[in-house]
């Protein structure tokens, strides 16, 4: 039994069909974002597998809800050394957390998670908690891109996509859609008011929200808010 959507994820559903699998879900707490990405899925059973990144906290969480929203089998992956053989070659959902994707290496010395998962060619990528990607030199930023790199669909999911601080953004844009934003200085120079300072350039700033809002619900942003929807 798969759990009967409400009509706003319904809808939204649709808006992620029509961005081909590729987007930023920005709904806020209560909303829904893991059981949006669940449906996806069952939409479609033959892209499999597929991999959650999530906070460690949320692995098991993950895990519950795919078996009592959508009846999916997925398998949680624990520590740093890969299996040689299992059932992850097997599960179509498997889910693990960010820092031990980051580890290119186990604590053997064999390949990481990374490698690994690489070798599934995963299908689909769910980005829990996307934010949580906000240095683009950050090693689990790194290897998050790195995994979806040629993943189909991806879909980012996170209640506090956008800030005042648009550099922190880029590195999820650029994962999603690498087509449309494949360079941050090209983003920066027209979105985080770029400032020389005696240490390099600074790009806290912001410019022009108005109109990287109105592209990212264009190109890639499904967004939602606790007030549009309480009925």
């Known amino acids: 039994m798969v759990t009967k959507p409400f009509r706003f994820q319904a809808e939204d559903l649709e808006r992620i069909?029509?961005?081909?699998?590729?987007?930023?879900?920005?709904w806020p707490m209560g909303l829904g974002?893991?059981?949006?990405?669940?449906?996806?899925?069952t939409r479609h059973p033959a892209s499999r597998p597929a991999v959650v990144i999530c906070?460690?906290?949320?692995?098991?969480?993950w895990a519950q809800q795919a078996a009592h929203h959508v009846g999916l089998r997925a398998e949680v992956l624990e520590g740093t050394r890969p299996p040689t053989k299992g059932m992850s070659r097997r599960a179509p959902l498997l889910i693990l957390n960010y820092?031990?994707?980051?580890?290119r290496r186990s604590d053997k010395g064999g390949p990481g998670w990374l490698?690994?998962?690489k070798e599934r060619e995963p299908q689909v990528g769910i980005i829990d908690e996307s934010h949580m990607l906000s240095s683009r030199g950050a090693l689990r930023t790194r290897s998050?891109?790195?995994?979806?790199r040629g993943v189909p669909h991806v879909l980012a999911l996170s209640g506090t996509p956008l800030t005042n601080r648009p550099a922190d953004l880029w590195p999820t844009l650029n994962i999603?859609?690498?087509?449309?934003?494949?360079?941050f200085y090209s983003f920066a120079a027209q979105h985080c008011n770029p400032r020389r300072t005696p240490w390099g350039f600074d790009y806290s700033g912001a410019a022009k929200l108005d109109i990287l809002h109105k592209r990212l619900l264009q190109h890639c942003m499904v967004r939602r808010r606790k007030e549009d929807v309480l009925d």
């Open 115 to 117: 490698g690994y998962l």
């Open 144 to 148: 998050t891109r790195e995994l979806c």
């Open 55 to 61: 906070p460690a906290s949320l692995k098991y969480q």
């Open 17 to 26: 069909e029509a961005l081909n699998g590729k987007v930023l879900l920005a």
């Open 176 to 183: 999603l859609r690498p087509d449309l934003y494949p360079s």
């Open 99 to 103: 820092d031990i994707l980051g580890r």
């Open 33 to 41: 974002k893991t059981l949006a990405a669940l449906l996806y899925l």
